[in-house]
């Protein structure tokens, strides 16, 4: 049978039509389902995985987090997200997640809970005793110097760019050289 090209579509789309496996052309009813979104805050933040920085919209409810997509006005990543980035809901709702602050005094075996407010005084405490005791206002030289080689900051990924430069006026102002941001390409 010597069929052209020609044939061959008129042949199919006959085909098709008769064998019912085509398109439909009866009216069809579409049920619009209720976006899981609705009636939540929008927030944007950057993800906390890696140094590239994405942006991500954060939609929250009853205070949970209900939904996390990639932010697409965002300059980095335009809406898309990795694997890491698309999982960030976890971080929240992760049932195993610690939500209070976990303290082993020197020499115990035994984790002990301790509240935000005990925490945060007792690191600043420890950051002055230790600025105190360390601080070195010259150099062997004799050249002023002002600084402390007793601590070091490093900071995360999940910092931005103004979140680095505050840190870094911070650690600057309490004489710290030991300086370095792990979110720098």
């Not at 697409?72 to 602050?101: A, F, W, Y």
Request: proline share 4%.
């Amino acid at each position: 049978m010597d069929v052209s090209r020609r044939g061959f579509l008129k042949l199919s789309g006959a085909t098709l039509a008769a064998s019912g496996l085509g398109i439909s052309l009866s009216p069809s009813r579409v049920h619009a389902k209720e976006l899981k979104t609705i009636y939540t805050k929008e927030s944007l933040t950057v993800c906390p995985y890696c140094s590239v920085g994405c942006g991500i919209i954060v939609s929250v409810r009853d205070g949970k987090v209900i939904n996390t997509e990639g932010d697409p006005d965002h300059p980095i990543n335009e809406g898309s997200l990795c694997s890491k980035g698309q999982s960030v809901v976890q971080i929240s709702n992760n049932p195993n997640r610690m939500r209070k602050v976990r303290y082993r005094p020197p020499g115990s075996t035994k984790w002990e809970e301790k509240d935000w407010h005990w925490a945060m005084h007792e690191i600043a405490t420890r950051v002055k005793e230790t600025r105190d005791r360390t601080f070195k206002t010259t150099n062997k030289d004799g050249l002023v110097v002002n600084r402390t080689e007793a601590i070091a900051s490093l900071g995360g990924a999940a910092l931005d760019n103004e979140e680095c430069y505050v840190v870094d006026k911070l650690m600057r102002a309490l004489g710290i050289v030991y300086l370095e941001q792990q979110a720098r390409l």
